[in-house]
């Protein structure tokens, strides 16, 4: 079992950039995958990243292809999502997830270990 927090959320402007932190508990964080997920307020949650297990697993939803980096520091139990040239349209709550396996990763289901979320709010 692992436990997720996430840090790093807050308000930027649009063009602005913001790093996410996702921290795990325990000494296996190193065998999870990890996802991020985002919720705006009246919108489904949907995918936003994942590392895989390896760098060629590495995945990013359209909409932020380009503009956010996720990357991992396995000594530190921490998965980062680096997010630049933010538009309004990223403004939600934004959720790492950690899954034990998944033979896509993108989607939520597939994620057994959720963290509480860190809100994003990016300013036009």
């Known amino acids: 079992q692992v436990q997720l927090v996430e840090s790093g959320g807050g308000l930027v402007q649009a063009g602005g950039s913001l790093r996410l932190s996702c921290t795990g508990s325990g000494p296996t964080f190193s065998n999870y995958a990890i996802g991020w997920f985002r919720q705006a307020p009246g919108k489904e949650q949907e995918f936003v990243a994942t590392?895989?297990?390896?760098?060629?697993?590495?995945h990013y939803a359209d909409s932020v292809k380009g503009r956010f980096t996720i990357s991992r520091d396995n000594a530190k139990n921490t998965v980062y999502l680096q997010m630049s040239s933010l538009h309004p349209e990223d403004t939600a709550v934004y959720y790492c997830?950690?899954?034990?396996?998944?033979?896509?990763?993108?989607?939520?289901?597939?994620?057994?270990?959720w963290g509480q979320g860190t809100q994003v709010t990016v300013s036009s």
């Open positions: 997830a950690a899954a034990v396996s998944g033979a896509s990763l993108l989607w939520a289901y597939e994620y057994d270990y």
């Open positions: 590392d895989g297990w390896s760098s060629i697993s590495t």
